[in-house]
């Protein structure tokens, strides 16, 4: 096969590099479905990885970009075949094995799954990961019994890529949303997806009791750290608090009292290694129940490969509103 192009992230001891390389299938790491890349998407995580912010890559260079869509070029796996339209999320991309930022991309069998025939690859890898891991959240706190009736669900780090699906996927749903921000003049855009009330991040007074007012039946949290800690003080009895994030903290100050006497419930979300069954049931779910209504108002921006570096910076900040898509071919 002929040589492609790819965004290249090396991370060694004398720091990180990034850029654009042309590679051939013999430079990726092998796999059984080989992918013509047609979209992706940025999230906080491969701003991470491409700046040296944070630690992603277990093994080096690797192509960067958790998410793609694309169509199928060769399949060794009996469930993936020649021209289908398939996107993967997660599974290791840009962490052990070669990502999504790559015109052609080499996927383990198993990795790929169908994109739902409701959803175009554009809006898939708008969605991308983020609003993969805001559907499962969702999925696993209605699972928990949560439901509109119990009460407003607060999202954190409301103006970000799952934060904005999520206020969208849950006021879809009926759901009041409280999104809490640390951009109030970001207040509107919110609202225009489904919050029903907006928090001044910065502002806001979480308390210092063990436990304080029941204020929400449920939380979204891509924070961490004190503000994680905040929303299990204040959640309401037999409450759902999905830990999705760590943009400000992974360490988390709490006391068992929530737990033990509201019932309030602590679920982990890892988006990275959800079995395949389940994946395709969440993004079926996403493609109708749970569809944003509200996609275009999220998308920010629409890059290439070549104008990817500089837009992870405003990310690590947290600077971002929104998704930001990747066009691969
Ligand atoms: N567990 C999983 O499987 C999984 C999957 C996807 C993402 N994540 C994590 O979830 C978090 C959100 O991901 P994302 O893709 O939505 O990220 P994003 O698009 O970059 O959004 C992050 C948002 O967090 C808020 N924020 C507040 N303080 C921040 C700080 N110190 N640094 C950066 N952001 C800050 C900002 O929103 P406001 O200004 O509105 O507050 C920002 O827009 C990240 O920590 C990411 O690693 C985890």
């Known amino acids: 096969m002929n040589s492609f192009r790819a965004f290249r992230v090396h991370a060694d001891k004398s720091g990180v590099s990034a850029g654009v390389e042309e590679l051939t299938l013999a430079d990726l790491t092998p796999g059984e479905v080989v ?3 047609e979209w ?3 999230n906080y995580k491969d701003a991470l990885a491409a700046t040296g912010a944070g630690r992603i890559l277990r093994t080096s260079p690797l192509v960067g970009g958790v998410d793609i869509a694309g169509t199928v070029i060769s399949s060794e796996d009996p469930d993936i075949a020649v021209g289908q339209r398939v996107l993967m999320n997660g599974g ?3 962490e052990v094995r070669d990502g999504g930022f790559t015109e052609v991309a080499s996927l383990p069998a198993g ?8 959803l175009s690859s554009r809006d ?3 969605i991308g990961t983020a609003g993969f891991t805001a559907a499962y959240a969702i999925h696993r706190m209605e699972l928990n019994g949560q439901r509109p009736a119990n009460g407003p669900i607060a999202v954190t780090g409301a ?5 904005s699906v999520a206020i969208d996927m849950l006021a879809g749903l009926g759901y009041s949303v409280m999104a809490m921000s640390t951009k109030p003049e970001q207040a509107d855009y919110l609202k225009s997806l489904g919050a ?5 991040l910065k502002e806001f007074d979480f308390g210092k009791r063990p436990m304080e007012k029941g204020l929400w039946s449920g939380a979204i949290d891509n924070l961490g750290g004190e503000t994680l800690a905040g929303l299990i003080r204040n959640a309401s009895p037999n409450a759902n608090i999905a830990a999705i994030g760590l943009a400000q903290g992974f360490e988390v100050n709490t006391t068992v009292m929530p737990f033990i006497l509201r019932g309030v419930n602590l679920l982990g979300i890892n988006s990275v290694d959800v079995p395949r069954e389940l994946r395709v049931a969440i993004w079926q779910r996403i493609a109708t129940d749970l569809r944003p209504r509200h996609l275009a108002l999220m998308e920010s921006a629409a890059l290439t490969l070549d104008t990817l570096m500089p837009a992870f910076q405003p990310y690590v900040d947290g600077k971002i509103t929104g998704r930001t898509l990747v066009r691969l071919s």
Do not use: H, Q, Y
């Open 92 to 94: 290791g991309l840009s």
């Open 196 to 200: 029903s009330e907006v928090l001044d």
């Open 40 to 42: 992706s998407s940025i």
């Open 111 to 118: 990795g790929p799954i169908p994109i739902p025939d409701e």
């Open 159 to 163: 103006t970000g890529g799952v934060g």
């Open 35 to 37: 992918v013509k890349g």
């Open 124 to 126: 898939a890898m708008l």
